[in-house]
């Protein structure tokens, strides 16, 4: 059944509805096979641009949908509960364009962001490096000043849509220290670039993560975004907002495997009754509920400040950290609730639970939320 | 209105098996067409299928406001409705949305609206409840020659009631010619023909417009609505009409005066297990007769 929700808008509210039909009908019936084969959703993006689901949080001047957070966010949720790698991806794209929205020259702006909002090219988010995750200050590809721009060398690691996005936002070094970092709008395809072969994951099959090894890659001058050395004011400007998707994605992937669980245990019998009528699994399917329930809370709580213009940076942390580790606990018990039948594939309760474990890995670990949220109450 | 009936091509004829030819004809009427073509989509909230369907203890109706059953744009209408874009897209003109039934159908308006259509009648009256379809094609009837067409868009059935008999008793009623059952609709000029979808391949069917196109399911590829259209759908024209606005004879409309009656109405039983053919050496003849039994082969 559909999950209820309060949305601000009738709009919002027949923009939800499109989102569940093309969700159920192009996501929920191509995800299995995708995942097991490891193959690349060919044209599904290009849906979803046309749909106008690959700008949603930008304003409408810009060729974005004019959606508050709080809808966008639903919307991604929408998504990740039939398709987490999907939703992830979509989630990217929107921080891949934030660079240009946000630190872009009028003219960067006018150029560039009408085809990324519009989904007519798709993008990703290049910060991580082999030896810098956490620590994303210690990154040390370089982008050295030449005449006619930028020669960019170095190895990114981790990246989303590698080797298939039309543009990445490059994070690299122009300088040392925390001030010699900048920010790039980097095409997806160029001399020197090359990707590496998909990392073999976990979960999240359909989409590759790669390394990308620019060797001397000359990028034109009016490529980089913002000022020289405002490169991880960017980045982590934008990983406020990319938390709160991930958020989103985890607070589905959780729906769904709490709708999957109940509706097993509504069937299931076992000594004469339905599982679900058995107190000990009923109270587990509650803790799970519950637990669903304030994942979202956290999340649209946050949401909501930034759409108001309020600080939300903190905010943003406790929603990455309480959904992802809320999306970690319900998918486990979910394959828990199945019994046996849940530690197959075929049924979707192992894929969820799989596909839970990185959500408390990416845009910054769990760790790293609990460091910036007591740097929040040790200021 | 009259219909040549062709005799049945032979079948087997390479690309044109099963294909025949018809021309209906349409007593010269003129068109309302002076740019592109004036397509009018009737479409009609439906009980989502996916969900328990009941109907009123009181009066055996469905009950269509019942705000906890999701009412849903009935399936074959998308056809429908992407068949009327298409034909804008190549001819211009208009695609105007009309639908009868009660405040709630306005969400049905509103999706047709978000695929990208122009404007919407919503017909809608306390007395057209219970209208059955004979009813209901009169109401209809009197409303298209009100809002004018030159051709007028149906799905082949509705998924609730199923009785597939709109499009022919309206296009009787407004005296222009039927089209049914199409899975091709071409229009050029004020010529249309379609594909209509037969046991054995298909007819062409030719008219001049104005006319009724019945369309049937998988047609085409119906769009999903699009963001921007649905932002824009809240400024497109949707216009509400009594049955008074439109001419209609309060005493031909409604559940007192209707020509059919639901006398009694049961939850279908659950689906009855299938045939097993046991296979004593002559399993494989068994499952051609079964086929062929149901037209399969
Ligand atoms: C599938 C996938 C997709 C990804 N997509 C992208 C992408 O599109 N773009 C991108 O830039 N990156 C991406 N990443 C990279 C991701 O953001 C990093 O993996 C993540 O930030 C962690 O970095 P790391 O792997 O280097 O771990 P490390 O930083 O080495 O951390 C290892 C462990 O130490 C802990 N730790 C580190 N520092 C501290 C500390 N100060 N206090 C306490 N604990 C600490 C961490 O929490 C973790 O448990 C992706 C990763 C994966 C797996």
Request: with cysteine; glycine share 10%; aromatic share 6%.
């Amino acid at each position: 059944m559909a999950v209820s929700r309060l949305l601000p808008s009738q709009e919002a509210e027949d923009l939800l509805d499109l989102v569940r039909d093309f969700a159920d009908k192009e996501l929920a019936s191509r995800v299995d096979e995708h995942e097991r084969t490891e193959t690349y959703p060919e044209g599904l993006f290009g849906t979803l641009g046309e749909i106008g689901l690959l700008g949603l949080p930008y304003p409408e001047e810009l060729g974005g949908g004019g959606q508050p957070y709080e809808v966008y966010l639903q919307v991604l949720e929408e998504l990740a509960a039939r398709w987490a790698a999907v939703a992830v991806a979509v989630s990217v794209h929107g921080l891949a364009c934030s660079p240009v929205a946000a630190y872009g020259t009028p003219e960067q702006v006018e150029r560039l962001l009408p085809d990324m909002l519009a989904g007519n090219v798709v993008g990703g988010y290049s910060l991580s490096e082999p030896q810098a995750g956490s620590d994303a200050a210690a990154l040390t590809c370089r982008a050295e000043k030449v005449s006619d721009g930028y020669r960019v060398t170095g190895t990114k690691a981790w990246v989303t849509h590698g080797g298939i996005a039309d543009f990445y936002a490059l994070f690299a070094r122009t300088g040392e220290g925390r001030r010699g970092v900048s920010c790039f709008l980097a095409p997806g395809h160029a001399d020197g670039l090359t990707f590496g072969r998909p990392e073999a994951k976990m979960g999240l099959h359909a989409i590759p993560t790669t390394t990308a090894h620019w060797d001397g890659v000359v990028l034109e001058a009016d490529r980089l975004i913002g000022a020289e050395g405002q490169g991880l004011e960017i980045a982590y400007s934008a990983l406020d907002a990319g938390r709160l998707g991930i958020a989103a994605c985890a607070t589905g992937l959780a729906q769904a495997a709490l709708d999957t669980a109940v509706a097993y245990a509504k069937e299931r019998t076992t000594f004469g009754k339905r599982i679900i009528d058995h107190q000990g699994l009923g109270f587990l399917l509650a803790d799970m509920a519950a637990a669903v329930g304030s994942a979202r809370a956290v999340y649209l709580d946050a949401a909501r400040r930034r759409d108001a213009g309020r600080p939300y940076s903190l905010e943003a942390s406790i929603a990455k950290l309480t959904a992802t580790d809320a999306a970690m606990k319900v998918t486990t018990d979910a394959v828990q609730v199945l019994g046996g039948y849940g530690y197959t594939r075929d049924f979707p309760v192992e894929r969820y639970m799989r596909e839970a474990k990185i959500m408390q890995i990416f845009e910054g670990t769990n760790q790293i939320q609990r460091l910036v949220i007591s740097r929040h109450l040790a200021r | 209105m009259e219909h040549a009936r062709p005799a049945r091509a032979p079948l087997g004829d390479g690309a044109r098996r099963g294909e025949r030819q018809a021309r209906v004809n349409t007593g010269g009427r003129r068109l309302t067409m002076k740019s592109g073509i004036n397509i009018v989509v009737c479409v009609k909230q439906v009980p989502d299928t996916a969900t328990v369907r009941k109907l009123r203890a009181e009066d055996s109706t469905i009950d269509r406001e019942d705000p906890n059953s999701s009412g849903v744009l009935n399936e074959l209408d998308e056809y429908a409705i992407e068949e009327g874009l298409r034909l804008k897209e190549a001819h211009g003109g208009e695609v105007t949305i009309l639908t009868m039934g009660p405040a709630k159908a306005a969400e049905t308006i509103r999706k047709a609206l978000a695929m990208g259509t122009d404007k919407a009648v919503h017909l809608m009256d306390p007395a057209l409840h219970g209208s059955d379809a004979v009813q209901t094609s009169y109401a209809m009837a009197q409303t298209l020659k009100k809002i004018g067409f030159d051709l007028v868009i149906l799905g082949s059935e509705s998924t609730d009631a199923r009785t597939g008999l709109l499009a022919a008793m309206l296009a009787e009623r407004l005296g222009v010619p039927q089209l049914s059952l199409a899975n091709k609709v071409v229009v050029d000029g004020s010529a249309i023909s379609i594909h209509r979808v037969t046991d054995y391949g298909y007819d062409r069917v030719e008219s001049s417009l104005p006319a009724v196109v019945s369309v049937v399911e998988k047609t085409n590829e119906p769009r999903y609505p699009r963001l921007k259209e649905i932002m824009a759908a809240k400024k497109k024209p949707v216009t509400t009409f009594g049955i008074a606005d439109v001419e209609i004879d309060p005493g031909r409309i409604g559940l007192a005066g209707a020509y059919t009656e639901v006398a009694e109405f049961a939850v279908a039983p659950p689906r009855a297990a299938g045939v097993v053919v046991k296979d004593e050496g002559d399993g494989g003849v068994k499952v051609a007769d079964f086929l062929t039994s149901k037209k399969f082969i």
